[in-house]
């Protein structure tokens, strides 16, 4: 070797990240230890028989910040906390004797009279709050842990379930809000939901994963399936027809992936059996030391789509699959807002809330008023909005009316359109900044000050607004994403803000919005600086220039 070649870098033995099918057993953390240690499913049976009775002092810590969240509880957040603070205190200092709880909506598919039993609780047990989330299910606040039995019982009695809403679980799957009616559907994925809950939901061979698992079935490229685990999207196989594109390892948060394709093409009976694959390989093969690292996507990169496709096909498929063409990418995102033609004749009416808040006296009146015209059948959309399904014409402007009473607005401006917002301060203990006020505030305003520019507007420009690093509002996919923290007012006062991210989005342009070095705005001044970024692009873009580009 000549004195100047620079010798190999010695091999570095990598260290295992506790994946179960190299022979990682042991927990290697304390959240594995809690999991390894009692299913998290059984927790079901202690909030029924002991926690109910004994009320918040007596729940055990490790069901109360662990295992409550397979049933889709999380404390609130102890009110008057500020930002500032969340960071410094232990999480007991936190917590509030309340939850929050989510109810699982797959597919964001509710019937009217599912509809009504979701308003009615909330009106009797979550002080009337209820959200719409990005991932197509309600959320309620306030709830007790002494109420959880009843709440259960008529949840149940109505079909719906909040059973691995979350935790490290198999989540609500996400699908259409058009599922079975749009005039440009491919295929309707609802059938392949239906399979993937009945064989993957409250199993426990299933129910202990590295971490969540999030996951979306449709026959429309209208559910972001470029940020999911596993996303099957509808897609037209030239000798085979219609089926299923399939996407893993995507994600957001600190380390934000798109998903890839596996260039596989899946008839829907199979979808199910291709889910079941890719969950089993997460289980086996997932990353459990870091729960940073524990996310598909972590493995999906280290091995890439090759390698996973052919783990799935020879362990736990016993099959190959067929290679598939790739989905069509629209133009715009779909948002689902407004009056539409179905397949059938019939219409649905896209109405958007802002940033997804209703409540339980809200959900009531829209049951009534799906019902007065016609409907029976109401979806929530992955941006926080809802769809009325199957309106005879003759009671469009009838339900138009009846929702904009409620201020739920179907002929909505763009901001109201593309404006989303985490839980935020109000509710969630991870928070630093309020997000559900702002975003209100911000509609307001924007509606106000941009009137002369609306006509000239013809994709919505999304702003979505996370109270923390996390992205539940997925500020990497918008145009205009604002990060929460505290930031240095001009009188070098530390006040709430957000660290803006430019110019992200799905679809045509699918990338994450640039994180602008320096570019932090104080929340009061949140109207002004939108204003000014919006106005700065409708002045300078070339003609049909998405503001993505
Ligand atoms: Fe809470 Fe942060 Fe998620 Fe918002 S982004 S809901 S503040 S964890």
Redesign the pocket.
Known sequence: MSPTTTPPPAKRTRRGEGQWALGYREPLNPNERSKKDDNPLNVRARIENIYAHGGFASIDPGDLRGRFRWYGLYTQRKPGIDGGRTATLEPEELDDEYFMLRVRTDGGAVSTEQLRVLGELSQTYARDTADITDRQNIQYHWIRIEDMPEIWRRLEGAGMTTMEACGDSPRVVLGSPLAGIAVNEVIDGTPAIEEILRRFIGKPEFANLPRKFKSAVSGLPDIAHEIHDVAFVGVVHPEHGPGFDVWVGGGLSTNPMIAQRLGAWVPLEEVADVYGAVISVFRDYGYRRLRARARIKFLVKDWGAAKFREVMEEKYLGRKLLDGPAPEVPAQPVDHIGVHKQKDGLYYVGAAPIAGRVSGSILVEIAKAAERAGSRRVRFTPQQKLVVLDVPEAEVDALRADLAAQGLQVDASPWRRGVMA????EF??????E?KARAHNLVAELETRLKDITDGITAPISVHI????????RIQTADIGLK?QIVTDDEGRQVEGFQVHLGGGLGLDAGFGKKLRGHKVVASELPDYVERVVRAYVDERAPDERFAQ
Do not use: D, H, R
Request: glycine share 16%; with cysteine; aromatic share 0%.
């Open positions: 985490c839980t935020g301060i969630c203990k991870l928070a630093i900044v997000t996370n109270g923390c690093p996390n992205s539940c509002a929460g």
